[in-house]
């Protein structure tokens, strides 16, 4: 059963810049399709960009291109999430999902993590 936990939130000051990590436990990593998402207080789950299982492919949400960029190591079973320039806007709880298809809405991903909190203060 994949499992999946991320790392790597925190309190950081607007402008800085955070890398999350997701490390995956179960079957074989290197065959998911991994997406990030986030979810701010009384806010749905919105999707940031996800990377494929082949020749790490990459697609983001149109509002998140330019800050966020997502990358994988097979070898280490993780998935990563650089976020730059932050403001408080980013502050929200982030989750890594995977999956089999590389989408941008919950209904494209079977498996998710507990989620790690980033909070940007201004």
């Known amino acids: 059963q994949v499992q999946l936990s991320e790392s790597g939130g925190g309190l950081v000051q607007a402008g800085g810049s955070l890398r999350l990590s997701c490390v995956q436990s179960?079957?074989?990593?290197?065959?998911?399709?991994m997406g990030w998402f986030r979810q701010a207080p009384g806010k749905e789950r919105e999707g940031i960009g996800c990377?494929?299982?082949?020749?790490?492919?990459?697609n983001y949400a149109e509002s998140m291109k330019g800050r966020f960029t997502i990358s994988r190591d097979n070898a280490k079973n993780t998935v990563y999430l650089q976020v730059d320039s932050l403001n408080p806007d980013d502050t929200a709880e982030y989750y890594c999902?995977?999956?089999?298809?590389?989408?941008?809405?919950?209904?494209?991903?079977?498996?998710w993590g507990q989620g790690t909190q980033v909070t940007v203060s201004s």
């Open positions: 179960g079957p074989i990593f290197s065959g998911n399709v």
């Open positions: 999902a995977a999956g089999l298809f590389c989408g941008l809405t919950i209904k494209d991903y079977d498996h």
């Open positions: 990377i494929s299982n082949i020749r790490d492919i990459t």
